[in-house]
């Protein structure tokens, strides 16, 4: 009998050791994000883990699988090599394992997301730029904190494994059974039942609190879907209208607009442009737009003089979607990126094609690898003529972990634009204002905390704005020169209070600044909520060039342009209005974030289906480039 007994008893106890891993890691989870957690209701913890139980299940499974099939097939032989296999494997497995759980600790303590495939590409798109990232928190620690749980968890296996004796099967028809019996249970784990739909990330979700559901969905078991699943390139996660034409009619009002009611702003119809995309700086870094006062006391003094959008809100969460919502007035597509695809995003239309039309000369600079996201590729496939980055700089050039410092950058743009021909449009996304947060001098806020560090780091970008427009008011085109600044993204810091759901955390300054606006109009503020994306049609319209190609772009400065915006992320999306803000979560299909708790429930539901029917039709568009 005991011979019957042992293999079920070995595959109980491998079983049970990666399902206790997967408990851990959750622990882990939960504890470094201990604040998130509501301490007083206990109970919260038992159905996080109880919720994430199914997904739990499925990973082990997964791990448990090769162990299994080499047993089998090893049956008949000396053990010793399956020991040796055993003790080999997990140790390999449990590396990785919890290599991805702390990596994913920073990543989402930084993103508001948890690890996924398009976290790794980025590693290996830019290894030593992403884990400069990953410096702007503490390494020592976790790294010992890893090298020990790694350490006590494969003693714990040896521990388990002195209990089990592996004895082999004699006769074949037991040995059939026992296959035909594991790999139904591992079968039935894995797909998480047998009813038409197998396991997904949305059976972990019970919670209005984005957290809660975080924690209880696997970090490896999420990131495993990913790389099992089809590529998303084709397949759409926003399938909410069987005909389109419904999402079309529901947006219809959202991108009405009388184009005799825009608002001219400018002196004439070809100013030279200068456009700044700024990394990571957030309206909570703006004192006039309700965030920290002296942090940007210059950016405060050109709003005075400039035309100030101050309801703009970012198509997402990276730098990836930012920069073809700035360029192509095209919004973020969730779990995809469109500019990681050079045969789409060379068919999205920019805005340098249109001013190369009219006459321009484009140039784009940037301190870091211009390869990195394919802006490269992006820019030089529309019409940008210049493409100057981190390999134009001296090698001996001071640079922080991404890249060479700001301030060097916009003096080499200066420059340059010095002997350009006009007109010009030049742009230049910067970079210190990432983590690290790096900077050679004085950390104005001090260095103690990842929040001064930022708001150090953006006080440097302040004053590296200033010195460029100081410098650029001596030059002959100052004067016919329009400059245009607009943030990347969103980010969690300063505040650190906004999570991924929530709208204040994508708020992000839009400004028109210069001496070709218009005297009766410098100082103004326009609070017409908009995207992004509408820099496009409200530029173009400016200085008289088509906006036909730009569907999802909207002027700005018409005054009878909807107030509206959206905002997305990997797996929610929201829309903003002058009385409601609302996120919805895809994955767990629930709203989880209501500003005004007071409005009609109804008017809540009807936002929800415009948001749905919006990223719909974005998809769509994104799957036919």
Not at 519 to 531: D, F, M, T
Not at 533 to 538: G, N, S
Not at 572 to 598: C, E, H, P, T, W
Request: with cysteine; aromatic share 18%.
């Amino acid at each position: 009998m005991q011979k019957y007994v042992v293999p079920l008893k070995a595959f109980l106890t491998y079983f049970g050791f990666w399902l206790l891993m997967c408990f851990i890691d959750r622990l882990i989870f939960i504890a470094s994000f201990f604040n998130k957690v509501d301490w007083s209701d206990f109970a919260i913890i038992f159905r996080i883990y109880y919720q994430g139980l199914a997904l739990d299940l499925s990973v082990t499974a997964y791990i448990c699988v090769l162990p299994f099939l080499v047993s089998n097939i090893f049956s008949f032989s000396n053990r010793i090599f399956k020991y040796r296999f055993l003790k080999i494997y997990t140790f390999v497995v449990l590396v990785l394992f919890y290599l991805i759980t702390f990596i994913n600790l920073n990543i989402y303590r930084e993103w508001g997301d948890k690890i996924s495939k398009r976290a790794i590409d980025a590693i290996f798109e830019d290894a030593f730029g992403a884990f400069a990232s990953a410096g702007s928190g503490p390494i020592i620690l976790p790294i010992l904190f890893l090298v020990i749980t790694i350490g006590l968890c494969y003693l714990l296996f040896l521990y388990l494994l002195k209990f089990v004796r592996h004895q082999p099967i004699q006769l074949i028809w037991v040995q059939v059974i026992q296959f035909i019996l594991f790999s139904f249970l591992l079968f039935s784990f894995i797909r998480g039942g047998y009813g038409k739909a197998p396991i997904n990330q949305s059976r972990a979700y019970f919670s209005p609190i984005s957290f809660y559901n975080h924690a209880a969905v696997s970090t490896q078991w999420s990131l495993l879907r990913e790389y099992f699943t089809r590529n998303q390139k084709m397949r759409s996660p926003y399938n909410y209208f069987e005909d389109s034409n419904r999402a079309k009619d529901l947006l219809k009002p959202v991108f009405y607009s009388n184009p005799d009611s825009s608002m001219k702003i400018l002196t004439t119809d070809r100013p030279n442009i200068v456009l700044i995309v700024l990394e990571s700086f957030v309206a909570d870094l703006i004192k006039s737009m309700g965030g920290q006062s002296g942090v940007t006391p210059h950016f405060e003094r050109l709003i005075k003089r400039g035309v100030l959008f101050d309801q703009v809100y970012a198509a997402s969460d990276r730098s990836d979607k930012g920069l073809i919502g700035v360029f192509s007035g095209f919004p973020a597509q969730g779990p995809e990126s469109i500019i990681k695809y050079i045969d789409k995003h060379e068919h999205l239309p920019g805005i340098t094609q249109e001013l190369h039309q009219g006459g321009y000369h484009n140039s784009f600079y940037h301190g870091g690898q211009s390869e990195f996201y394919n802006m490269k590729s992006y820019m030089l496939t529309h019409g940008v003529e210049r493409v100057v980055d981190n390999y134009n700089f001296n090698p001996l050039t001071s640079r922080t972990a991404w890249g060479v410092y700001d301030h060097i950058v916009f003096n080499k743009m200066l420059e340059d634009l010095n002997k350009e021909n006009q007109p010009f449009f030049s742009s230049i996304f910067t970079l210190v204002n990432h983590e690290p947060f790096e900077l050679e001098g004085k950390y104005k806020f001090g260095r103690n905390s990842n929040v001064n560090k930022f708001k150090s780091t953006a006080y440097y970008t302040d004053q590296s704005i200033n010195d460029f427009i100081k410098k650029a008011e001596k030059e002959k085109w100052y004067k016919n020169t329009l400059f245009i600044f607009i943030a990347d993204h969103g980010h969690r810091l300063p505040s650190e209070k906004w999570d991924i759901s929530h709208p204040n955390r994508f708020h992000i300054p839009m400004l028109f600044y210069g001496e070709v606006i218009k005297p009766e109009y410098r100082g103004l503020k326009v609070s017409n909520i908009g995207n992004q994306t509408d820099l496009a049609a409200t530029l173009l319209n400016q200085v008289n060039l088509s906006v036909q190609r730009y569907p999802w772009s909207r002027d700005l400065l018409n005054s009878t342009t909807s107030s509206i915006a959206f905002y997305n992320s990997k797996d929610a999306f929201g829309v903003i209005n002058s009385r409601q803000m609302l996120s919805y979560d895809r994955v767990g299909n629930l709203v989880n974030f209501i500003g005004n708790k007071k409005y009609p429930f109804a008017q809540n539901d009807s936002l929800v289906h415009l948001a749905k029917a919006y990223y719909q039709l974005v998809y769509e568009d994104f799957m036919k480039y």
